[in-house]
C-alpha cells in the first residue's frame, strides 16, 4: 500500500481554499436558482415584491423589508386589518393596514402612525393585498443596486471564480513535493 502523499503547507492552503471556493460558488450558485425560480413561480402568479423604504408599518413591516403583494386579489375581499398595497400620487407605492371600509372606500393608516391616511383607497388606486413578508431582505438588494454593492459583488463572484479555477498540481509537482519533505524529513533526523 502506497504511503499517502503529504503536501506542503501552502500548496494543502491552496488546496483547501480552492475547495471552498468550489463550495461556495456551488451554494451561492444554487441559492440564486432557487431564488429566480421562486421569484418566477410569483411572477407568474401575479405577486409582485416591493421593498419597504419607510418604518410607517413597524413593527410589523421593519424597514428594508419586502412585502409581497398579491395583485390578484380583489379589493372587495379585503377586509379591515388586512395590509394592502395603493399608489399614492404617480410615484409612490405605500403598504398600510385598512382600518375602515365604508361606501366602497378603504380608510388605511400605518401602524407606527398616529392618524389615518389622508385619501381613501379605491379600485383606482388599489395595488393588492400584503400576502406574506421577508424582514430586512430588502436592504441586501438596495446595497446590490449601489455602485459599492455591485463592485463588492462582482470583486467577490470574480475572486472565487479565480480560486475554484486553480489547476490541479501536476504529477511531477506531486514527486517534488515528496522529495522535498523526505529531505525535510531527513533532515530534522540527523
Same mark, same amino acid.
Not at 25 to 30: A, C, D, I, N
Not at 36 to 53: D, G, K
Not at 95 to 100: A, L, M, N, P
Given at each position: 500500500?502506497?504511503?499517502?502523499?503529504?503536501?506542503?503547507?501552502?500548496?494543502? &492552503?491552496?488546496?483547501?481554499?480552492?475547495?471552498? #471556493?468550489? =463550495? /461556495?460558488?456551488?451554494?451561492?450558485?444554487?441559492?440564486?436558482?432557487?431564488?429566480?425560480? #421562486?421569484? +418566477?413561480?410569483?411572477?407568474?402568479?401575479?405577486?409582485?415584491?416591493? @421593498?419597504?423604504?419607510?418604518?410607517?408599518? $413597524?413593527? #410589523?413591516?421593519?424597514?428594508?423589508?419586502?412585502? &409581497?403583494?398579491?395583485?390578484?386579489?380583489?379589493?372587495?375581499? @379585503?377586509?379591515? =386589518?388586512?395590509?394592502?398595497?395603493?399608489?399614492? =400620487?404617480?410615484?409612490? +407605492?405605500?403598504?398600510?393596514?385598512?382600518?375602515?371600509?365604508?361606501? =366602497?372606500?378603504?380608510? /388605511?393608516?400605518?401602524?407606527?402612525?398616529?392618524?389615518?391616511?389622508?385619501?381613501?383607497?379605491?379600485?383606482?388606486?388599489?395595488?393588492g393585498? /400584503?400576502? &406574506?413578508?421577508?424582514?430586512?431582505?430588502?436592504?441586501?438588494?438596495?446595497? &446590490?443596486?449601489?455602485?459599492?454593492?455591485? @463592485?463588492?459583488?462582482?470583486?467577490?463572484?470574480? #475572486?472565487?471564480?479565480? @480560486?475554484?479555477?486553480?489547476?490541479?498540481?501536476?504529477p $511531477?509537482?506531486?514527486?517534488?513535493?515528496?522529495?522535498?519533505?523526505?529531505?525535510?524529513?531527513?533532515?530534522?533526523?540527523a
Amino acid at each position: 500500500m502506497a504511503a499517502p502523499e503529504k503536501l506542503s503547507r501552502g500548496k494543502r &492552503f491552496l488546496r483547501g481554499l480552492k475547495a471552498a #471556493a468550489k =463550495g /461556495t460558488v456551488s451554494f451561492l450558485m444554487t441559492v440564486v436558482i432557487l431564488a429566480a425560480a #421562486a421569484l +418566477l413561480v410569483l411572477f407568474v402568479m401575479n405577486i409582485r415584491p416591493y @421593498i419597504v423604504t419607510t418604518g410607517s408599518m $413597524e413593527p #410589523a413591516i421593519p424597514v428594508g423589508s419586502v412585502c &409581497f403583494v398579491n395583485r390578484n386579489t380583489e379589493l372587495s375581499t @379585503i377586509k379591515v =386589518g388586512d395590509a394592502i398595497s395603493f399608489s399614492m =400620487g404617480e410615484n409612490t +407605492l405605500v403598504t398600510h393596514r385598512v382600518v375602515k371600509i365604508k361606501n =366602497g372606500k378603504y380608510t /388605511t393608516k400605518g401602524d407606527a402612525n398616529n392618524t389615518n391616511d389622508a385619501a381613501a383607497v379605491t379600485k383606482k388606486n388599489y395595488i393588492g393585498k /400584503t400576502v &406574506f413578508v421577508i424582514p430586512y431582505v430588502g436592504r441586501v438588494f438596495r446595497f &446590490f443596486q449601489t455602485r459599492s454593492g455591485i @463592485i463588492s459583488a462582482a470583486a467577490v463572484i470574480a #475572486a472565487l471564480l479565480i @480560486i475554484s479555477f486553480i489547476p490541479k498540481a501536476k504529477p $511531477e509537482d506531486k514527486n517534488s513535493d515528496q522529495e522535498e519533505e523526505k529531505s525535510a524529513d531527513e533532515q530534522k533526523e540527523a
